[in-house]
């Protein structure tokens, strides 16, 4: 399924939500990723649920052991809650997410360490960058639990543990785990009816033929 979602891209599996009665399970258009490698991945996602607490002391370790925990080709999908102007992650942490096999990252909340954060292979989405910490200022209180995050069409999409999570040029998408296999079916459909509408349009095809034809331009 994973290279089909990633072949898909986020624009073709958002109309096959479409055609199946459902609002396609878009995030905001306010994540963006950050400069570097191709942004185009899939995988399951690993949610990590944090929010605003005052507190003292060092590191965050229930940070630290979530990313000691994420699984080879997984989505760390970071929700900040009500975070705001400090970062969820900088270098170091996403050194560790990217050696342990994140497919890509998801941070609803702020990086940091841009400058590193680009030679990384490992694409990563967020709302911002800033320059604060998040130690004393916000924390992780939860792993593998159900998260809301932003919303495109919709206030808020809900992500479980295995959900699937594909990000690219156009955006991220959401996949529920229990429609998974169903969405990349269409998938494989639509990506061959697409080729060959693309290749009649190419040898000449108007796009009222195309539309008669293929039934969806």
């Not at 479409?18 to 996602?45: K, N």
Request: with cysteine; hydrophobic share 45%; charged share 25%.
């Amino acid at each position: 399924m994973r290279e089909i979602f990633i072949r898909a891209g986020t624009a073709l599996l958002s109309d096959i939500f479409d055609t199946m009665g459902l609002t396609p399970p878009i995030l905001a258009v306010e994540f963006w990723p950050v400069p570097g490698p191709e942004p185009s991945f899939a995988g399951p996602a690993y949610t990590i649920r944090g929010r605003w607490q005052p507190w003292e002391g060092g590191g965050d370790r229930e940070k630290l052991a979530a990313i000691d925990g994420i699984p080879e080709g997984a989505v760390p999908v970071w929700a900040g809650g009500d975070i705001h102007g400090v970062c969820c992650f900088g270098d170091l942490l996403a050194q560790a997410m990217n050696l342990r096999g994140a497919a890509g990252v998801v941070v609803d909340g702020g990086v940091r360490d841009l400058a590193f954060l680009k030679s990384l292979p490992m694409p990563i989405f967020t709302r911002y960058r800033t320059p604060a910490q998040a130690i004393g200022r916000w924390r992780v209180e939860g792993v593998g639990q159900e998260v809301a995050l932003p919303g495109g069409l919709a206030p808020r999409v809900m992500v479980r543990p295995g959900d699937w999570v594909v990000g690219d040029e156009d955006g991220l998408l959401v996949i529920p785990r229990d429609l998974a296999e169903e969405v990349a079916q269409k998938a494989g459909e639509a990506l061959e009816k697409e080729s060959a509408a693309r290749e009649a349009i190419r040898r000449g095809m108007s796009l009222l033929e195309a539309l008669d034809t293929f039934g969806h331009l």
